[in-house]
């Protein structure tokens, strides 16, 4: 186990960064490995815990107790299997409303359910079976640790944890991401509203003539800090006809800097009480937008395509939309 209060009775060489995130596992070797990997990408846990064969202490007794911790803000855990469904799924239900539960599964084959029965001493159960408990208990289940920290990141920030719906609209200055962004919003069952005639005059106003006049909005490589506020004005306005923004930058020119655009996602945001997500794309030198928006309870995904994939995977344990996708 590991608080950032001095606490780590882990076998892990070197103690994770304090934050908001509570890591439960079934496996110590995934602890070592996800605390190794938390340091290189700034990470850091509330709590990170190893359950083992839960003979004493179980994940009924850590979700409480994480629950219950004022800096824990996100719960992910690695489960094997769980010896007591109904419990858990009364105990998930119950957390779940306040807490955020990512859960990583293993066993979905024939051979991990009984590499996971040789691992922990007890039959994994059917996958399905999970899948569907995890729904009906407000679990969030993604299949890699990767999709488990980008999903925790996304709702470990309230009051927006979770978009009101599955109606999107995109936002960039790079025709290629655009063109992305609707693939992927496609694929991962988010719906890409139609920008009304009113709208499009608005945004005709002050923006290049030749615009896309649609959404994805395409506000094009020159685009400089005051087009993005004037266009985030008129979507806040219009915020009745959008559920989520996705906001995808570049890296910067003399134009915008990745500061400048992370403070107008930020104006945006206070302005409406719908879901921002961003994407600011490209290497070190977006890194400070990036942390701009950390600070201020936005998260800031790296690759587009993941990007979607979480906000899929969301909608789909909320309104069982079509493509929920793996994470």
Not at 27 to 39: E, K, P
Not at 143 to 164: D, I, N, Q, V, W
Not at 222 to 248: G, N, P, Y
Not at 303 to 313: K, M, Y
Request: net charge negative.
């Amino acid at each position: 186990m590991f608080l950032p209060r001095g606490l780590d009775t882990t076998y892990v060489h070197q103690s994770p960064r304090p934050g908001n995130i509570a890591f439960l596992s079934q496996s110590g070797a995934i602890v070592n490995t996800v605390v190794d990997w938390s340091l290189a990408e700034d990470i850091g846990f509330s709590a990170v815990v190893s359950v083992g064969n839960q003979s004493d202490l179980n994940f009924f007794d850590y979700m409480r107790w994480v629950e219950r911790d004022p800096n824990t803000k996100a719960i992910i855990m690695y489960i094997e299997e769980i010896s007591d469904g109904d419990a858990f799924m009364k105990v998930a239900s119950e957390v779940s409303k306040t807490k955020p539960i990512i859960a990583i599964k293993s066993g979905s084959s024939d051979r991990g359910s009984k590499a996971a029965a040789s691992h922990t001493g007890s039959l994994s159960g059917s996958y399905d079976v999970y899948m569907e408990a995890f729904r009906r208990s407000g679990v969030l289940a993604v299949h890699t640790l990767t999709g488990a920290f980008l999903a925790a990141e996304m709702l470990s920030h309230p009051p927006k944890r979770y978009p009101l719906g599955s109606r999107a609209v995109v936002v960039t200055n790079a025709g290629g991401f655009a063109v992305l962004s609707s693939d992927y919003a496609e694929r991962y069952g988010i719906d890409l509203v139609d920008l009304p005639a009113d709208v499009v005059d608005e945004l005709n106003e002050f923006l290049p003539e030749f615009w896309n006049k649609g959404n994805p909005v395409d506000l094009l490589g020159d685009a400089s800090e005051r087009r993005f506020e004037q266009t985030f004005e008129i979507l806040a306005k219009h915020d009745d006809l959008w559920d989520m923004c996705f906001i995808v930058g570049f890296p910067p020119n003399n134009i915008l800097s990745s500061e400048q655009l992370a403070n107008q996602i930020l104006k945006l945001s206070g302005n409406t009480n719908k879901r921002i997500v961003s994407s600011l794309l490209g290497g070190g030198s977006m890194d400070r937008g990036r942390k701009i928006l950390r600070e201020h309870s936005i998260p800031s995904f790296e690759e587009l395509d993941f990007t979607f994939r979480v906000i899929g995977r969301v909608l789909w344990q909320q309104f069982r939309v079509s493509a929920p996708g793996l994470l």
